[in-house]
Every structure is written in structure tokens, then in C-alpha cells.
């Protein structure tokens, strides 16, 4: 399987790490799927960490990641409304990747980039334990 998905135990944040082979065109709807099962077993605010050091991402890739990830909005994903997305990645294309995601076109999306999981980790525990984060589900 292109990528692992764990929950850090008792805590409301989901770590996605990506490999190769990786399918942008299918395998994220796979990925949100199962975000949006381990979100059903959590109450309150949610961080999603995706670890995508891994993967060979060239700007081709970048733009079917995108229209992968962001731009399929068939499905209902209500776990979104109380959800900050972290990215673990470095270099020009993820910080392309991250100022897209926030446009309109691309779902709106402000992600916060990290070079490594242990920062991002650290920003989601202090985001929840300072209650930045809101759930807007209700």
C-alpha cells in the first residue's frame, strides 16, 4: 500500500505517510476515505499530518496531487469543518503545493508545511492543547 495511516494513540491527530508507487489520481480518494473513518472515532478538532518526504514529486505529480487531494469534492467530508491539514515535506513544489491549496480553486485549504514530523507533531499538540483549533461541525 502507497501509505500508512495511524492515529497517535488517545490523541486527535492522524499521520498520513506517503511512499511509492503513489497514484495521485486514485489513491486519494482512498486516503480521505479512510481519514474520514478514524475522524468518525474522534470527537472534537482533528489534525491530519501528511508525510509526503517520500515521494518523487515533480510539478506534474504536484498538479494531479492537487486535483487528487483537492479538487474531487464528490464526496462529503464533514470532518473538514473541524480539521487542520499539516504537511512534512521541503523544497519549491511543496511550498507551491501549500500557497494552491489555499486559493479558492483548490478548496481553500491553509495548510502549515513542516520539514519534519516532530515539528509538525509539537504544532498540532499545542494547536489542540491551546484549543486554536475549532470544530465548526455543529
Sequence with gaps: MPYEIKRL????????????PF?????????????ALQADN?????????DARNLNIDFSKLVSALAGAL???KKN??????????????????DLAK???AQDQY????????????????MARKMLNEATITDNSE
Design 71 to 73: 479538487l474531487n469534492r
Design 42 to 50: 474522534i470527537k472534537g478538532p482533528l489534525v491530519d499530518i501528511h
Design 99 to 101: 500557497k494552491a491549496a
Design 107 to 122: 478548496g481553500g485549504r491553509n495548510i502549515l508545511l513542516f520539514n519534519t514530523n516532530e515539528e509538525a507533531i509539537e
Design 23 to 35: 497514484d495521485y489520481r486514485q489513491d486519494f480518494d482512498l486516503i480521505k476515505d479512510s481519514i
Design 77 to 94: 467530508y464533514p470532518h473538514l469543518t473541524r480539521t487542520t491539514t499539516m504537511g512534512v515535506g521541503e523544497g519549491t513544489l511543496f
Design 9 to 20: 494513540e488517545d490523541e486527535n491527530i492522524v499521520i498520513i505517510t506517503y511512499s511509492e
